[in-house]
């Protein structure tokens, strides 16, 4: 049974343990924006790492990239976003309060007098829906004209697009290839909320994969595949996985094929991942628009094409709850309740707690020392402060996977105990081996 006030508890969490914080909080805060805090940015850092390194390193056949937020405004033109990227929104003139046009829990067509409100109930009070452009436009240079408006990316997909030749280019790629990007990413949301799941500015993680038209299908199945088995790979729990396949009436202009990968959040399942068939929509668009070429020219046949795009558009900060919600549990040790996240370790932000079991007979000296010696190699943490229990409890809060003591018998024999989060389970390791011995669990 879902906890129904685990959204909260984990808000609190996050801000007490310093992983997410409401941005501008001292100000009242700023609507659905988050920042992220010391743990938060270590999260983020190595989910993005795993990331970069599956699809990059681990691969001969993708690139990387770094395009600028700023974009030539015809950019956003072509690809359909100025005409097209846009919500309808319906206002309720009695509560003020304001819907994305297809909620769901609105009975009845808004604009008509059986339209009910679903926060005051009122009927007729809905207005018509209007048409709601969600790109940030801001001015670029001095003069506030239509001919300095430049948008805020809402995606970063465009900026591969424009670099699609660049980067085949210089790589000497062939086709198939894919280019992969980690960026932020702005949308002006009607209705964002549930914490860091809709913000206005967000991060992606996007991988376009170009292929031969005709050979898109397959491509599509093997990177539908791939994403799932990644997600299952980071230790979420796969009955909490599942697909969804877009109806035709649910499909972005530009898709022919998608599937959403969606968790069952505990409001609901929802999508954290689209891989789209985006076909050649976006480069004939750029081509029409730019009037450059950007045709493939297959080297052996000599025959001309505009590639396919396969799509991978993953969110990190969802990705983020996703793993944050997934790990979060509470349970019973010892007649005390305890609360942990259990984090796959390669992501968890400090990898292990060190501790003197107590504060004298020279434990802090040498636990000083294994802290100072393993952190050149990972992220630890000393803490001398309260009980060892209370100092355990705090690390399994934050995630932490391991955590080492020094006591008594370290004294004696430069022995510490190795504590696993997860299942308490102690072992004794030599000081000299903690650090391989981390290392390889880290692996594992
Ligand atoms: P939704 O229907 O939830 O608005 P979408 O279908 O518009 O999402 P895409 O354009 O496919 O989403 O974006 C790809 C991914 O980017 C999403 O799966 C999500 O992880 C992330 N994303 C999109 N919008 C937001 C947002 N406002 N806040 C956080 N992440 C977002």
Known sequence: MADPTLMDKLVSLAKRRGFIFQSS????????????????????NNIKERWWRSMVHERDDIEGLDA???????????????????????????????????DERIKGQPGTPEAQCPICGNRGSLTEPRMFNLMFKTFMGPVEDEASVVYLRP????????????VLQASRQKIPFGIAQVGKAFRNEITPGNFIFRTREFEQMEMQYFVKPGEDERWFEEWRG?????????????EKLRFHQHASDELAHYAKVAYDIEYEFPFGWQEFEGIHNRTDFDLTRHQEYSGKKLEYVDTVSRERFIPYVIETSLGTDRLALVVLVDAYREETVEGETRVVLGLAPTIAPIKAGVFPLVKKDGMPEV????????RRRLPVFYDDGGSIGRRYRRQD???????ITVDG?????????????DT??????????????LEDRLRA
């Not at 995606?155 to 660049?166: C, F, S």
């Not at 809060?397 to 955590?403: D, N, Q, R, V």
């Not at 018998?409 to 989060?421: I, K």
Request: proline content about 3%; charged content about 25%; overall charge negative.
């Open 409 to 421: 018998q370290t004294l004696e024999d430069q022995t510490v105990t190795v504590r696993d989060r």
């Open 25 to 44: 909080e001292i100000y009242g805060g700023l609507g659905s924006v988050w920042d992220y805090g010391p743990l938060g940015v270590e999260l983020k």
């Open 424 to 437: 308490l389970a102690q072992e004794r390791i030599h000081t000299d081996q903690v650090g391989r011995y």
């Open 68 to 102: 600028a937020i700023l974009m030539h405004s015809k950019v956003w033109e072509a690809s359909g976003h100025v005409s097209g990227f846009t919500d309808p929104l319906v206002d309720c003139k009695v509560c003020k309060n304001r819907f994305r046009g297809d």
């Open 397 to 403: 809060e934050a995630g932490t996977p391991f955590g």
């Open 155 to 166: 995606e970063t997909a465009q900026g591969i697009y424009v670099n699609y030749l660049n």
């Open 367 to 374: 636990a000083r020392r294994i802290h100072d010696d393993l």
């Open 226 to 238: 791939l994403r799932m088995t990644w997600h299952c790979d980071l230790g979420i729990k796969p």
